[in-house]
């Protein structure tokens, strides 16, 4: 089955500072690459995704790599601030064409951003 | 979008009990999942629900069951509720297909003593 892993599991910047976070997957077929940040007492929010016909997506100060021969996807965040410390989670899917498989979250970074 | 709603918020079970867990999905989506997340991990697929029927299942034993409602609402029940099962229990609903992009609930938080 699928693999995600995630690093790294903790990173502090400097408010202003860039933060970068790198996952890899293991399986090929995997077509979907969801980021989600989760603050304390909640459930996961989806901040930026990714398909594998793409190879680059940008929202504001957030944007998203992927590099499909090498099984690799990052997650940049520029110009942090306080609020963005969270837990973030890479997490990989297949889509059936019918049907959303499973996501297989990476471990998680703490990203604590100091003022 | 009135986004996933998940009830209760806590619980406290005792070793040996049974839970029901609950979940309204976002509104047009039809695919709901529940996911186990443990303190300091992420999240672990249980299982998938779509039109009703079971269509995906990850390494959880067979007293972990669920149901999906005709209104793509969904409840996840625990038996025989053992120690480790403590953590917190997330619900995701995904649009119909064509369209991306999970909602997650904010979760059941239970504890098992």
């Known amino acids: 089955g699928e693999n995600v892993e995630q690093h790294p599991s903790t990173l502090s910047v400097q408010e202003g500072d860039s933060a970068v976070i790198k996952c890899t997957y293991s399986d090929s077929a995997s077509n979907y690459f969801p980021w989600y940040k989760q603050e304390l007492g909640k459930g996961p929010q989806l901040i930026i995704d990714i398909r594998s016909n793409v190879g680059e997506k940008k929202d504001q100060r957030i944007a998203v790599t992927l590099n499909k021969t090498a099984k690799h996807f990052s997650l940049h965040i520029t110009e942090t601030q306080p609020e963005d410390s969270a837990v973030y989670f890479c997490a990989a899917s297949f889509f059936t064409g019918t049907s959303y498989g499973k996501l297989t979250f990476g471990q998680g970074t703490i990203l604590t951003v100091h003022p | 979008e009135t986004g996933v709603t998940q009830s209760p918020t806590h619980l406290i079970k005792t070793r040996g009990q049974q839970v029901t867990l609950r979940c309204s999905s976002q509104s047009g989506h039809n695919t709901v999942s529940w996911y186990q997340q443990a303190l300091g991990q992420g999240p672990q697929f249980i299982f998938q629900?779509?039109?009703?029927?079971?269509?995906g299942r990850g390494n959880f034993p067979p007293r972990f069951s669920g149901l999906q409602f005709p209104n793509y609402s969904s409840e996840l029940n625990v038996n025989a509720l053992e120690l480790d099962d403590s953590a917190l229990y997330l619900c995701a609903s995904s649009p119909p297909p064509g369209h991306y992009g999970y909602t997650f609930g904010s979760g059941t938080r239970l504890t098992v003593v």
């Open positions: 629900y779509y039109r009703e029927e079971e269509n």
